[in-house]
């Protein structure tokens, strides 16, 4: 039997949930991280860094979902970074995997309550920015939300945060500005831009690349804008770091497969942990 299953799962009120798997959490560890990072597609290896405290599996937590994609494993990874306190999620959910927003930001929720003040996330992408290749590390500055359900839609609890949220800094400049200089110092190559969410599961065709690029982003995926809304949400200082994968134009369009994208995120995923590792550290 699953753990979960011994939960009260008349509870609906969507607070109590978040409560109810803190508290879950809770009981099978005293640690409270300081740092949430979510793990993207083809860079979970990051857990490695962690000194190891304790590991969840995503189907022994209460009200959690469970992955489904390939290469995405389940688990929460409690431990240490240096003196620096760290929750990491190896493997998120999209909404492509037919989660609602509510349950694909869950998990931001449950780290808010564990004690989480600052969050890293992380993903692949495809880039339109004619500056881009194929494993450029970006470090995102801002966000445009296409994704076709808001995950603050519907009653707001104020236990959560206000209402209207002010979405002008998604990213902390400061956040930002340090891991530039870390980057700087440790000769890892990084470019910003604008990150985009669409929904998926299918890549873009030529014409949605191209609208992509007019709309004023730099990269395209399927993940981290309704995370870091439901971070702001929360007032959670945010950092996103994105690993391009891919290049949506007319000469390398046809070869964009679920392969090239992991192959090319594995390829720069020393540098991203370490850029996040020192991120940590420093901040
Ligand atoms: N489009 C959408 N999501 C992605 C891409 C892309 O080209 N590459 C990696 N994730």
Redesign the pocket.
Known sequence: MNEGDKFDKTITNYVEKVQQTVNYIKEKTSFTPEYGVILG?GLGSFTDDIKIEHILPYHEIPNFPVSTVQGHKGALVFGTIGDKKVVAMQGRFHFYEGYDMKEVTFPVRVMKYLGVEKLIVS?????VNVNYKVGDIVILKDQINLLPEHPLRGVNDERFGTRFVNMSEPFSKNMIAKAKELASRLSIEVKDGIYLG?Q?PT??TLSE?RMVKILGAD?????TVPEVIVARHMNLETFGISV???I?NEESIES?THAE?LEA?QKSEPLVRKLIKELILNY
């Open positions: 597609f993903n692949a992408s495809g880039g669409l998926g890549f873009e690349y990269c395209v995926g399927m993940s391009i994968t891919d949506g964009i994208v995120a």
